[in-house]
């Protein structure tokens, strides 16, 4: 949060300024801090909060301001008022119409109506609308700035921690310097009230604070994120050994792995922004992603653009803003959007009035401008709906396709499935060997795709459970033959996705594994034999 930025929006005389927060305690005492601030805004300002409730009230003589709780005449009061000042007023949003509620057109008018005393009169005076809920009429969208409050940083959560370990003598602090910082680090993403709610938690269960909390307040983080509706955090213990094949993908993440600490600063390596990751359904894009997550210790977001725009939870742009804000404060982070063309189908139709080409513009802009650590990781299946926009350089760092897997790639999905099932001696008694095994079922299996051959191991299973006997290889062999692979029931499907990599993205197969591809669907088209460009990391 720059209160440079801020500052400036006062002393050039921005005359209203929105603020979407639930802390208003926080951004009140911050406005405070900028606004009485000689050196910021050059002329202090005397500082005035409304409610409708109470009215006006002088914070510098503090006294309310008679029969002022009308939001026409508070605004009157603000007009008439002939001394630099800043108006903090609260809820006033609900005059606009949110949901539900008809807008009140007196009080829009009054505002239009003294913009001009604002903006030119004698006196410096600016408006702030502080509100839960973005909401800013038609006619007042050129009058009225968005200033975006960030949720607290690393440092303001551990002065609330340590202000809450001073008046809380009776706690017994087991903490070192690393533990604090890794449990207010924990707490990142969460408003003050609610971090300190997470540690007051943490305190009274025992009696004692110490690292063994750490969960208590992660906890309370997956809590919040889930109630933004539109988030969700993923646990993962998926590492890069869970995904067969796939290896050029997989070496790309592996070294952008810490792009983000010190030593890669030294190396002035530009932290990624994110890869998008295409490609034929079942093969792995979303297990990606939750290997990532691991792998490089970060936490995994996964963002439901469908949700953005259901209108179930607010808004859709202060739906959006709000997720991102989220990621933004966990961050570094991993922002996961999976099926992105969902949320993107409704750019450049007239039927939702430009709401989804405005979400859109707004995530390609945090895209193109982030500089917090979020790394995101989008994944389609169906391309023809990807705006091109998306697709230019600059947004993410590279679009990867992954194809129906490989025979060396079959092999070692087999593999990984049989070992991570064949646990039980007696299971896998009829099992000579599991490598010799999906050398030979990988032949077997052209054209399946990753949770084809899943499902194969699954099923057979079952088959041998039901008869109460160990696992054979026969029982393999049988339920491949009986699958239609998806390969085969969405060919075109297929042909069209490969096409459209081939001069866009780049495989997620390493080269030296491309020699053996699925003849099934190549032999119409020896061009589009696989799909995207090869192109080793
Ligand atoms: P969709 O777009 O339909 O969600 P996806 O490409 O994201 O598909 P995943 O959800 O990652 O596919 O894969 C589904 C399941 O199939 C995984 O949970 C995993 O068990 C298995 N699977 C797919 N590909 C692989 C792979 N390369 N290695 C190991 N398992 C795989």
Known sequence: MSTYKLANLIRARFPMIYITTFEEDRVTKYIKSVVTDEKQVKFPREVFTWTQTNGLFNDNTQKGINDTACPCKALEYIRKYDKDAVFIMYDFHVNFGPKNRQPDYNVIRKVRDIVPDLKLGTVRKTIFFISTELLIPESLQKEITIFDFALPNLEEIKAKFESMINQNTGVVNELSEEDKDKLCKAALGLTLQEAESAFALAMVNDGKISIKDLQVVLEEKVQVIKKTGILEFIHSNYTMKDIGGLDNLKNWLLKRNNSWSEKAKKYCIPAPKGVLVTGVPGCGKSLTAKAMSTIWGLPLLKLDFGKVFSGLVGSSEENMRRALA??????????????????????????????????????????????????????????????????????????????????????????????????????????????????????????????????????????????????????????????????????????????????????????????????DIDEDNAATSRGGRTLDF
Not at 378 to 383: K, P, V, Y
Not at 398 to 427: A, Q, S, Y
């Open 326 to 519: 989220t990621a933004e404060a966990v961050a570094p982070s991993i922002l996961w959007i999976d099926e992105i063309e969902k949320g993107l189908s409704g750019i450049g139709s007239n039927g939702d009035s430009g709401v989804s080409s405005r979400i859109f513009g707004q995530f390609l802009t945090w895209m193109q401008e982030k500089d917090s650590p979020v790394f995101v990781i989008a994944t389609a299946n169906n391309i023809s709906s990807l705006p091109p926009e998306l697709l230019r350089k600059g947004r993410f760092d590279e679009i990867f396709f992954v194809d129906l897997p490989t025979e060396d790639e079959r092999k070692e999905i087999f593999k990984l499935h049989l070992e991570r099932r064949l646990k039980d001696k007696e299971v896998a008694s009829e099992i000579v060997s599991v490598k010799n095994l999906c050398g030979e079922l990988a032949k077997m299996s052209e054209g399946f795709i990753g949770s084809e051959i899943e499902q194969v191991v699954v099923s057979s299973l079952c088959d041998a459970f039901f008869e109460n006997r160990p696992l054979k290889f026969e029982d393999l062999v049988k339920n491949i033959q009986t699958t239609v692979p998806l390969s085969m029931t969405q060919r075109e499907q297929v042909l069209a996705l490969r096409a459209w990599a081939n001069v866009r993205a780049v495989s997620a197969t390493k080269t030296s594994q491309l020699n053996k591809y699925s003849k």
